[in-house]
């Protein structure tokens, strides 16, 4: 059966400082990567997706993003954090297409910049 | 651009009680439908889904929700809820035949009070 990790659970790092924020998926292969941001009252907003190696694309701008150095790991990043970036981070991935398509979503990160 | 609109941002509701959890998207193409549940502190599940077939879908922990197109709507019902359903439910749509992107909508906590 295919996992998805997420790692840190938590973090709270200062306002300037750098993030790296890591997803792994275990038991596929080639999968759909995604990351998404969830705001308190503001739902899940899309940050970037990729569906290969290499192959990013962003939903949003900002000062954060995304790579994907290895068939399934996702990485997120930032060089210097805003207040803004607090939240909660979701990692999900995905295979198949069309109606076989679904989305499973890891446990998340929670990041408080201060 | 799809949208999805989740009327109620919290819904609080006694333990053996009835539940109904409003989903209504915006799509001028044909799309499947998705119930995620997130548990606190955790990531999202996918409780439900419709693809096609019967407009009436079942969940394994006695949820369902109907998809309606003349209304696009597609809401989530429960005839009696347990404490153990207390967390915050996303509905979320993806376009049929198009990008593999989800589109959620801003959650409903459902709080189920003894």
């Known amino acids: 059966s295919q996992t998805i990790h997420q790692w840190p659970a938590t973090l709270v790092q200062p306002v300037g400082s750098p993030l790296s924020l890591e997803c792994t998926v275990e038991?596929?292969?080639?999968?759909?990567l995604y990351w998404y941001r969830q705001a308190a009252g503001r739902g899940l907003q899309l940050l970037f997706y990729?569906?290969?190696?290499?192959?990013i694309s962003s939903e949003v701008p900002q000062n954060l993003s995304a790579s994907r150095p290895q068939d399934r790991q996702f990485i997120l990043s930032s060089k210097k954090l805003l207040l803004s970036d607090s939240g909660f981070y979701l990692c999900?991935?995905?295979?198949?297409?069309?109606?076989?398509?679904?989305?499973?979503f890891g446990p998340g990160t929670r990041l408080l910049v201060l | 651009a799809q949208s999805v609109t989740q009327l109620d941002s919290q819904v609080p509701v006694f333990e053996e009680a009835p539940v109904e959890l409003r989903c209504n998207y915006s799509?001028?193409?044909?799309?499947?439908l998705f119930w995620y549940v997130q548990y606190p502190n955790q990531g999202l599940q996918l409780l439900l889904k419709?693809?096609?077939?019967?407009?009436l879908v079942e969940s394994i922990n006695g949820f369902e929700a109907e998809f309606n197109k003349s209304q696009t709507s597609f809401h989530l019902r429960k005839p009696s809820v347990h404490i153990s359903d207390t967390a915050e439910y996303f509905c979320?749509?993806?376009?049929?035949?198009?990008?593999?992107?989800?589109?959620f909508g801003k959650g409903t906590k459902l709080t189920v009070n003894p």
């Open positions: 038991g596929t292969s080639n999968p759909n």
């Open positions: 799509s001028s193409v044909s799309v499947y």
């Open positions: 990729s569906v290969g190696i290499g192959q």
């Open positions: 419709y693809l096609s077939g019967s407009t």
């Open positions: 999900a991935w995905s295979k198949g297409q069309g109606a076989r398509e679904t989305q499973y």
């Open positions: 979320a749509v993806r376009t049929q035949g198009g990008s593999e992107k989800l589109v």
